[in-house]
DNA sequence: GATGGAATTTGCCTCAGCGCAAACAAGACG
DNA sequence: CGTCTTGTTTGCGCTGAGGCAAATTCCATC
């Protein structure tokens, strides 16, 4: 089910460093003996690009911590559409279904590039919550934070054109994982035209075109499964919709 | 800030009957004991239809328990637009920011009609989730399933048309507030065509005109501020988007 | 029962953005 | 180095649904 990494990544598996680890929010005011026996119950994995985490309706055996890499969770329909939740940058939590009494993923969870991560079986999850409050409260707030996600995405979607929910969409990118380079901010891991869309809820045609436009505009430099952002200020005068349609 | 109801209601308010409470899903697995010093630290509200329960960006003092009434909860955003989050019906809660490491509303909660609550001050949050395991994971279910829905909606308001939303937005409404009648299934609460349109991210307009047109087809009754549906399994396959345009 | 305000209905016009289709570019792979 | 797959670009036409505006109906209230 985890496929490899290519040979030659020099990331550390079984010694882990805790010192690194500690400082996630989501350890946040944790002893290091708890923090110890946390992570002592957990196994590091790695998940080659492409290849699911976990997968919608299956059964939660897991929850987990992605170390390294980015994956992108997607809900699939009846109908063929596909939604991105969200995408997980390294130190965050994913498929935590079991702390809100889910037993099956509510979505897919995808690698978007090759990625290292902490899994602990759900079954530890009652324990955890008991024996260590602030590890479950930190939990706590990350859902809430989602769950705020989730409701201002609804109203983006209820209020915003598709120019706005595109440059909303990319501005959250580059945020999350934006990387600095010569030519402005980088997207860093491949992204397509289409996985745009399936965040801002368009076709890939139109998120085509809006970045042929900004391309134009010298607001972004954009290629095969690649966005970097170059003026993320004029970016997000569009997204709140001040632009001055010339 | 609590308005009182209209002199001659009948509802209960000092002496709260522990045994209709004690059914609601919120404390499924509680023991009597407990439960009678949860309910013993809350103090039972009444809001007048069309005051607010809660508002955006306030001190979230309190957390609350629907007993009786519907709670419209809506999101306003800077420039003007309001978007419905949900509606609350009897025995769930609302405002339960605290839990979610929130110290304000998220959002403003107006009471559609005249409503009887159950207050808890949120400083109680902390030690409630210490003290009474499965009252707080019971808590955490609800999160999860609205964070579900919130998941569903965007879904729905990146795949679906306008007619499908509301038909889905209706069968939501009657599901959860429906009651029978003799014309069909009466959504129990006042409810505008504007509140309609603000649940489904589209106009009054154009739920005038889909009512309209639904009334034509003899599929749904509506007057103001009234919504009975009369056939329901027709509004879902229009929902479903299996509806033969005719 | 007259008055005023709020909710609703409807017609008409416009356009953002989708669907379709075809061409094109860039890596991947043998 | 050619070939093939996958991602991207772009033109064109169409339409769902919003904007605007005016008329109408329903209630609440005096």
Known sequence: MFALLKPGEKRPLASLD???????????GIAAADLD????????????????????????????LLLDGHVRVVKSTPDGHEVTVRYISPGELMGIASALGLTTYPANA?????????????????????SF????????????????????????????????????????????????????ILI??????Q??????????????????????????KSGRQRIVVVEPHRLLVIAEGRATKS
Request: proline fraction near 3%; charged fraction near 25%; charge should be negative.
């Open 18 to 28: 805790r010192s690194l680890i500690a400082g996630l929010s989501v350890f946040e």
């Open 37 to 64: 026996r946390i992570v002592g119950q957990a196994r590091s994995i790695r998940i080659a690009k492409d290849q699911p985490v976990f997968e919608q309706e299956q059964e939660a055996h897991s929850f987990f």
């Open 110 to 130: 995808i690698a978007a590039v090759d990625c290292v991560a902490l899994a602990w079986p759900s079954r530890l999850w009652p324990a955890f919550a008991a």
């Open 133 to 184: 409050p602030s590890f479950s409260s930190n939990i706590y707030k990350t859902v809430g934070s989602r769950l705020q996600d989730a409701h201002a995405r609804v109203i983006e979607m209820s209020t915003e054109q598709v120019e706005q929910r595109v440059a909303h969409a990319l501005l959250k990118l580059i945020k999350q994982s934006g990387r600095k380079t010569e030519e402005g």
């Open 188 to 193: 860093d891991f491949p992204i397509s035209r």
């Open 195 to 220: 996985d745009v869309a399936e965040m801002t809820g368009t076709t890939l045609h139109t998120v085509s075109r809006l970045l042929s436009a900004w391309e134009d505009q010298e607001l972004v």
